[in-house]
Structure formats: structure tokens, C-alpha cells
């Protein structure tokens, strides 16, 4: 019925590792009680404030419309292991699928690159207790590509586009007649175009390379710039009156009825793909190479 007490004598050796494995045990039961979706939450959060705006929309969608959609509600963010990134993986491949199309290795990798950004905020922000589950889980990718598109073609499109939606004829002649990406194009303002010297100064803070660059004004384009100005009440941005979620829909749409819809590959006609007919046509017209890359603000 009495407290007895001993002294026990150990190499120092030997009580660091109690140490350490004391202090481990309280940090992974400290970190451990986060939510997954809590963390997520507040990465959108504090991407929201640090990314650009195209970069955001990109990260919102991904988050909202395909990582919450797999992962389990209740899941706590150090009980993720990279079974279960793998797991993801293969589920992304199949995901949101309409009969006859496919999820391209690019495609997964992309959503892979937002996931693994949000690991990597949670680690430096000491949220998550361990190596990142993401790296090395890429897929291997084939990019190469042949889009070629005749003024018979472009025609079709512009022609279908406007029978859709005359919104939808204005961003696609933009993305014609700049080269512009789609989220520049979402993310231009008003105060970015300049009528008078005939050019678009795009913000660093909207392009992907984070530099500004100068995009010439045809007069085709000044024409597309003003029916824009004059048809809609736009306050500071130039596409004020669409979302990417219409885009997506309409430019599905559009890939039924034109006969380019689908390439050699079989692949569909991309949105993006216009950016590479605009580069096409500067090199089919003598423009030289430097110059291309500039006024498509490659590294």
C-alpha cells in the first residue's frame, strides 16, 4: 500500500529512442484527427488568395467535381496512403465517361498534379505526417498530336458556333485570333485591351509562365472585341457572360455536328487545339519562330 520508487540506470542511447518514439507517437496522434476534406477546404482557401484565377477555377473543379466524388467523407487526411492514390488513379480513368470516349494519361496526370499540390501544402504546412503519396504516380503520357484545320474547317466552326450560341462564336474567334489560353481568356479584363495601339497586354498574374506578354489586335478582332463591348454589360472582365462549364458543354455539342469534330487519332477536337491553329497559321504565313513562341508566352 505504499508508493516504492527505484532508480533504473540505461545508456543514453537507449532513452533517446524512447524519446523519440514518445514524441512520435503524440505527433502522428496530434495529426492524425484532421479531416481530409477540412484540409481540402482550406487549401481552396489559400489557393484562392495565391493562384491565378484560371489556376484556381482549375483547382475548385478538380477538387469539387473529382477528388470529392472518390474519396470517402469521413477519411482522415494521414490515413491516405498511396494504394490509395493508386486506387484514384484507376477510378479517374473511367470517371464521368460518355459512350465512345476516353480519359487520356495527360488527362489523369493533371488531376493527379492538384492532388499532389495539396499534399504538398499539407506537409509544409505539417498537416500530413509523411512523404508525399503523389510523387512518381504519373502516368506515362503520349502528347504528340496532328491537329490541322482547313479555312473550310474554321468556317464550319464559326459557322455551327454561332448557330449554338453567338457567346460561344466570340470565344472561340478569340481563341483563333490570340492564341490566347483558355483560362487568359476567361481572366482578361477590359483595362488589359487597348484599342488605340491595337493590343492586349496580359497581366503576369493570368499567364501561365507568370510574365506578361503582348498579343497584337487584328481588325477581325477589334470587330469581336466590340460586338462583345457593345452586346453585353461587361464591368471589368471581357467574358463576363459565360462560364467554362457552358464552354464545355456547347464546344461538346458543336464537336457532334462539325465534320472535324474528331481528328486522325480518333482523339476529339480539344479546345486547346485552336491555340495550336493559331501558331500553325503564324508559321504557315512566314512568321518567324521566336515570335511565335513570344506571342504564345512559351519558356
Known sequence: GKRYRRNVIYQKSVVDKFYRQWEKDIFENLMGNFSFFEKLAEYLEY???MKSV??????ITVITNIIKKFFDKKIKL???KRFHIDEFRTWRKTFNLSNGETITNATVNRTLAVLSNF??????REYYNGANPC????LPENNTREVKLSAENIKEIFDTAQQIDNRLYFIIAIA???GMRRGEIFSLRWNEVDFDNFRIILSQKNTKSKKSRV???????RDILLQIKNSFNSHEFVISFYTTNIL???WNKLLKIISCGFLNDGSKLRFHDLRHVYAQSLLDSGVQLEDIQALLGHQ
Open 54 to 59: 484560371g489556376n484556381y477555377r482549375q483547382i
Open 215 to 221: 498579343i497584337p489586335i487584328s481588325y477581325a478582332l
Open 78 to 80: 494521414n490515413d491516405i
Open 176 to 178: 483563333l485570333l490570340t
Open 135 to 138: 510523387s512518381n504516380m504519373k
Open 47 to 49: 489557393a484562392s488568395s
Open 248 to 250: 464545355q458543354k456547347q
Open 119 to 124: 499534399f504538398n501544402w499539407s506537409i509544409m
